[in-house]
């Protein structure tokens, strides 16, 4: 089944971008059909969305967020991208990446990776 | 955005007692209504999807009730493992998928 997998930089200092990266295993992004999605979650805090985008490029981004992010997406290497800039201690969380279909439900998710912004 | 609230934010149980939890959504969102269970240190689980029906694999213990506003994840009989935070997620808004902010659920 299809497995997906988090990774990059667990410290970010402020001001920079956060880069993540998630690799996706068991099925392919370029079939289509699919969204592939950034979710992030505060410590102690909720679920947050940021992102979705289709094998195509076509991407969605959270308002709130739209000005200092961006998704991209790598097929002939099966992972796709986020891209936050100018990070601030708002931007500590857990990221998780996810599979999404439109008008559909996450399923499923990556373990998640703990972004720490610090100097 | 469609903005879901949880109620209660948490809850005492029992081990072998039932548990309800709600849902609301600022605007209808017909059923598309997710749950999700999360345990401490794991991403979520999806548990319930449609506002009814059971992901593979979930057990029959937990059902999942409602349309347009209001939304119920029951838990009968709650067993050691289902002490966690559960979250709503509407996804009738596409692409702003919105989540409510949890119901932490605690063994009493």
């Known amino acids: 089944q299809v497995q997906l997998q988090e990774s990059g930089p667990g410290l970010v200092k402020p001001s920079q971008t956060l880069s993540l990266t998630c690799t996706v295993s068991?099925?392919?992004?370029?079939?289509?059909?699919?969204?592939w999605t950034w979710i992030r979650q505060a410590p102690g805090k909720g679920l947050e969305w940021i992102g979705h985008i289709y094998y195509s490029g076509k991407s969605y981004f959270n308002p709130s967020l739209e000005s200092r992010g961006a998704i991209s997406v790598d097929t002939s290497k099966n992972q796709f991208t986020l891209n936050l800039t100018s990070v601030t201690a708002a931007d500590t969380a857990v990221y998780y990446c996810?599979?999404?279909?439109?008008?559909?439900?996450?399923?499923?998710w990556g373990q998640g990776t703990l972004v720490t912004v610090s100097s | 955005e469609v903005v879901m609230t949880q109620s209660p934010a948490s809850l005492s149980v029992s081990p072998g007692e039932g548990a309800t939890l709600s849902c609301r959504a600022s605007q209808s969102v017909n059923t598309k209504l997710a749950w999700y269970q999360q345990r401490p240190g794991q991403a979520p689980r999806l548990l319930i999807y449609?506002?009814?029906a059971r992901a593979t694999g979930v057990p029959a213990r937990f059902s999942g009730s409602g349309s347009g506003t209001e939304f119920t994840l029951t838990i009968s009989s709650l067993q050691s493992e289902d002490f966690a935070v559960y979250y709503c997620q509407q996804y009738d808004d596409w692409p702003g998928h919105t989540f409510g902010q949890g119901t932490k659920l605690e063994i009493k």
């Open positions: 996810a599979r999404v279909a439109v008008r559909r439900w996450f399923e499923p």
């Open positions: 449609g506002a009814s």
């Open positions: 068991g099925g392919f992004i370029s079939s289509g059909g699919y969204y």
